[in-house]
């Protein structure tokens, strides 16, 4: 208890206002259907389809990796096939243990039946798509057949009703083939992806720095050319800190738009699964496909079919394009992060965008309010069993989150209805605005000490919550 107060959880007990709002415990909000008349999103592309994006067929990612239209153009032209593909690629991993310590699991055969069934849609020169062959891995928070998932852990958290993620469903029915599951940061419950117990991949453009997490892993694999699109989760950023420490793309969807079941959430109300990609290009095939709604998941059924073809605005939907500027937030950035965006908030204001000043209150209540209760929610969904197995920087987060008394965890719950509140009156005022921020006010995360740190693990609160900001 005396942890939980130093964590300025409590002072969430000084705000008068939140006494106007009830708690929402839901954040999931549902664009409503689009009608006949207005621009409706398309299903997930074909083959032939995904050559229709302004960014057609970009076989060479920004940081300089093969991307999903190279590898589909190899099979096209019998250059080579995904079975002489990934058998190369899963020696490579092998061989190397900076590559190995990114993936806990990988079921051989299981991977080459995969790419055998590929290899003859190709040779019958029916591929069944944008991902058909495209080599991709899958973060251990989400469940896969023939796999365990542990969640970077010591304990068996594999879904006991059986079956692969929806989301990873989709990936694999569209002819993507899943080389294996990869490691993350013990539970997700910190920023590093350091993590004793299972290895902890090096950021691969600095290995004196994390990749940071907690989909780490899936960002080095990514980072380090071995696979162009990867998928991870995120509840506070953890598809977001790693893209942005490695150099990547990478998408937090929507909450709820993304089905995960049979899988269940630790961090219900904060986690979502989402992809990770060396290019824009392949992070829309990804997405498109990755969200496609699930008639058998009340909410994201519910949802549009995302679309992974760019197009251009209707007349109609023309109009001032309206980028929404928090500076207090901003503000805290490093100086090299804010020369970076900074000079890509000019870019953008040199193609027709205006930068207008918004006001988000109650910034660092805020993050107080969504630590507190994504750390309680993990604390609820993991056994007692499994704690005397985790690190200590983890035995310590559980112990404060089991802390949260109910009226504080309501607290936040009410502090998140006025910030959705607050946001849906900005964008009434300013339609289609796109609030910008630095994705981490920091560009990294050095490893202090490598011997000591990649031992025996690391905890520094004030840095992983700067992380998430």
């Given at each position: 208890?005396?942890?939980?107060?130093?964590?300025?959880?409590?002072?969430?007990?000084?705000?008068p206002?939140?006494?106007?709002?009830?708690?929402?415990?839901?954040?999931?909000?549902i664009?409503?259907?689009?009608?006949?008349?207005?621009d409706?999103?398309?299903?997930?592309?074909?083959?032939?389809?995904?050559?229709?994006?302004?960014?057609?067929?970009?076989?060479?990612?920004?940081?300089?990796?093969?991307?999903?239209?190279?590898?589909?153009?190899?099979?096209?032209?019998?250059?080579?096939?995904?079975?002489?593909l990934?058998?190369?690629?899963?020696s490579?991993i092998?061989?190397?243990?900076?590559?190995?310590?990114?993936?806990?699991?990988?079921?051989?055969?299981?991977?080459?039946?995969?790419?055998?069934?590929?290899?003859?849609?190709?040779?019958?020169?029916?591929p069944?798509?944008?991902?058909?062959?495209?080599?991709?891995?899958?973060?251990?928070?989400a469940?896969?057949?023939?796999?365990?998932?542990?969640?970077?852990?010591?304990?068996?958290?594999?879904?006991?009703?059986?079956?692969?993620?929806?989301?990873?469903?989709?990936?694999?029915?569209?002819?993507?083939?899943?080389?294996?599951?990869?490691?993350?940061h013990?539970?997700?419950?910190?920023?590093?992806?350091?993590?004793?117990?299972?290895?902890?991949?090096?950021?691969?453009?600095?290995?004196?720095?994390?990749?940071?997490?907690?989909?780490?892993?899936?960002?080095?694999?990514?980072?380090?050319?071995?696979?162009?699109?990867?998928?991870?989760?995120?509840?506070?950023?953890?598809?977001?800190?790693?893209?942005?420490?490695?150099?990547?793309?990478?998408?937090?969807?929507?909450?709820?738009?993304?089905?995960?079941?049979?899988?269940?959430?630790?961090?219900?109300?904060?986690?979502v699964?989402?992809?990770?990609?060396?290019?824009?290009?392949d992070?829309e095939?990804?997405?498109?496909?990755?969200?496609?709604?699930?008639?058998?998941?009340?909410?994201?059924?519910?949802?549009?079919?995302?679309?992974?073809?760019p197009?251009?605005?209707?007349?109609?939907?023309?109009?001032?394009?309206?980028?929404?500027?928090?500076?207090?937030?901003?503000?805290?950035?490093?100086?090299?992060?804010?020369t970076?965006?900074?000079?890509?908030l000019?870019?953008?204001?040199?193609?027709?965008?205006?930068?207008?000043?918004?006001?988000?209150?109650?910034?660092?209540?805020?993050?107080?309010?969504?630590?507190?209760?994504?750390?309680?929610?993990?604390?609820?969904g993991v056994?007692?069993?499994?704690?005397?197995?985790?690190t200590?920087?983890?035995?310590?987060?559980?112990?404060?989150?089991?802390?949260?008394?109910?009226?504080?965890?309501?607290?936040?719950?009410?502090?998140?209805?006025?910030?959705?509140?607050?946001?849906?009156?900005?964008?009434?005022?300013?339609?289609?605005?796109?609030?910008?921020?630095?994705?981490?006010?920091?560009?990294?995360?050095?490893?202090?000490?490598?011997?000591?740190?990649?031992?025996?693990?690391?905890?520094?609160?004030?840095?992983?919550v700067?992380?998430?900001?």
């Open positions: 208890s005396f942890l939980w107060s130093n964590t300025g959880f409590g002072s969430l007990r000084q705000i206002e939140l006494a106007d709002y009830e708690p929402r415990y839901d954040p999931t909000v664009k409503l259907a689009s009608s006949p008349n207005n409706s999103p398309q299903p997930a592309p074909t083959d032939a389809e995904s050559t229709k994006s302004p960014r057609k067929n970009e076989q060479i990612s920004p940081s300089g990796h093969y991307t999903s239209a190279h590898y589909t153009s190899l099979y096209h032209t019998r250059a080579t096939t995904p079975t002489n990934i058998t190369s690629l899963l490579h092998s061989s190397s243990p900076a590559h190995a310590s990114a993936f806990l699991h990988i079921n051989r055969d299981r991977v080459l039946a995969a790419a055998a069934a590929s290899t003859s849609r190709y040779l019958s020169n029916k069944l798509g944008p991902l058909d062959g495209v080599p991709l891995a899958v973060k251990d928070e469940d896969l057949d023939g796999y365990p998932k542990t969640l970077g852990s010591a304990h068996d958290f594999t879904s006991t009703e059986g079956g692969t993620s929806w989301c990873v469903r989709q990936w694999e029915e569209a002819g993507g083939i899943v080389v294996g599951k990869l490691n993350m013990e539970l997700g419950l910190d920023t590093t992806n350091n993590n004793p117990h299972t290895s902890t991949p090096l950021n691969p453009h600095n290995n004196h720095y994390y990749t940071g997490g907690s989909s780490g892993a899936s960002a080095y694999a990514c980072a380090a050319g071995l696979l162009p699109i990867v998928h991870g989760a995120d509840g506070g950023g953890s598809i977001r800190i790693p893209a942005s420490y490695c150099g990547l793309y990478g998408l937090k969807p929507t909450h709820g738009r993304v089905s995960i079941l049979p899988t269940t959430s630790l961090a219900s109300s904060n986690g699964m989402g992809p990770l990609a060396s290019s824009m290009q992070l095939i990804a997405y498109a496909v990755l969200a496609t709604p699930d008639p058998g998941n009340p909410v994201s059924g519910m949802f549009e079919a995302p679309s992974a073809i197009r251009p605005l209707s007349a109609k939907k023309k109009g001032k394009r309206i980028l929404g500027i928090c500076e207090p937030w901003i503000s805290t950035s490093s100086p090299a992060v804010l970076a965006f900074n000079a890509a000019t870019h953008y204001e040199s193609i027709g965008y205006t930068a207008t000043p918004i006001h988000l209150p109650h910034l660092h209540a805020a993050q107080l309010a969504h630590a507190m209760t994504i750390l309680t929610e993990i604390t609820s056994p007692a069993s499994a704690i005397p197995n985790l200590p920087a983890n035995k310590i987060l559980l112990s404060v989150g089991s802390c949260t008394p109910s009226t504080d965890f309501l607290l936040a719950q009410k502090m998140r209805n006025l910030l959705m509140q607050h946001l849906s009156h900005l964008w009434r005022e300013h339609p289609g605005m796109l609030i910008v921020t630095p994705t981490t006010p920091n560009a990294g995360w050095p490893i202090d000490d490598p011997v000591r740190d990649l031992k025996h693990g690391v905890s520094d609160a004030d840095m992983s700067r992380s998430m900001r």
